[in-house]
């Protein structure tokens, strides 16, 4: 198992692509603390207690709201006192709007910017703590290939998108003395909730006609390499951007 008996954090857990992070995960072994706005999710619960007894592994739900500071540091608090030390950290949660850039106030920029940026900023400060116990840890932010495509009504998510991959590329050589990986993964249009409520049909067509493949991405095939890079199999993967959009 690729991922047996790691520790692992990961963000935006209830979500389309979060669910696939955890479902990879635990079938790969690992033990995971599930980060979530909605800790009284029925579904998900139920979800994560179904994962627990299929793969006999831990799998703990903790609160946590990216627009709220205080929730970043009371889900550390929470894991620190279970467990001393983590070994991979998934950034995944994240929003999208759609605004055309004389249409976005600075108001929403700032928004979009707390959620994706500052924020996981501050997690990532914060959880290091955890990981640089590990001595040879993972972190893996989940971006999108909107930073580099910049497509039309997107200039605050593609911004804070491409924030995000400028900090992965510093912080992989701050901490890579520390033999801790970081990297981050660009999705294209994914099979999610969240893109087809913020992508119309027209726009998923002309996306489609310049992806090779001819589809759009299944989220199992975004987790499957998170969890690579997770792993020690991509022990010399450090600071990449990692686009997955079927060939554009």
Do not use: C, W
């Not at 139920?46 to 009371?74: G, V, Y």
């Not at 400060?125 to 999108?144: A, E, H």
């Not at 991405?217 to 690579?228: G, L, M, Q, Y």
Request: proline share 1%.
């Amino acid at each position: 198992m690729l991922l047996k008996d790691k520790v692992a954090v990961v963000s935006g857990a209830s979500g389309d692509i979060g669910k696939k992070i955890l479902e990879k995960f635990s079938n790969e072994g690992s033990n995971i603390y599930a980060l979530v706005r909605n800790i009284e999710d029925k579904e998900f619960i139920e979800f994560t207690e179904n994962l627990k007894k299929k793969n006999n592994n831990k799998i703990s739900i903790i609160h946590l709201d990216l627009e709220k500071e205080e929730t970043i540091k009371s889900s550390f608090d929470l894991i620190k006192k279970d467990n001393t030390s983590i070994d991979i950290l998934v950034n995944n949660a994240g929003t999208v709007t759609n605004s055309l850039f004389q249409m976005t106030s600075l108001k929403s920029l700032r928004n979009i910017f707390e959620i994706n940026f500052f924020s996981q900023f501050l997690l990532t400060q914060i959880y290091l703590k955890l990981l640089n116990k590990s001595k040879k840890g993972s972190i893996v932010f989940v971006s999108s290939n909107s930073a580099n495509e910049n497509p039309v009504g997107r200039s605050a998510y593609s911004a804070s998108k491409a924030a995000l991959n400028s900090l992965t590329k510093t912080i992989s050589k701050e901490m890579g003395v520390k033999n801790l990986r970081v990297n981050a993964v660009l999705p294209g249009l994914t099979d999610t909730k969240m893109a087809k409520n913020f992508t119309k049909d027209d726009a998923i067509d002309e996306y489609l006609n310049k992806v090779a493949l001819k589809r759009i991405a299944k989220t199992s095939e975004i987790a499957n390499v998170i969890a690579f890079l997770a792993s020690d199999k991509s022990s010399y993967i450090n600071g990449q951007l990692i686009t997955i959009d079927g060939g554009r």
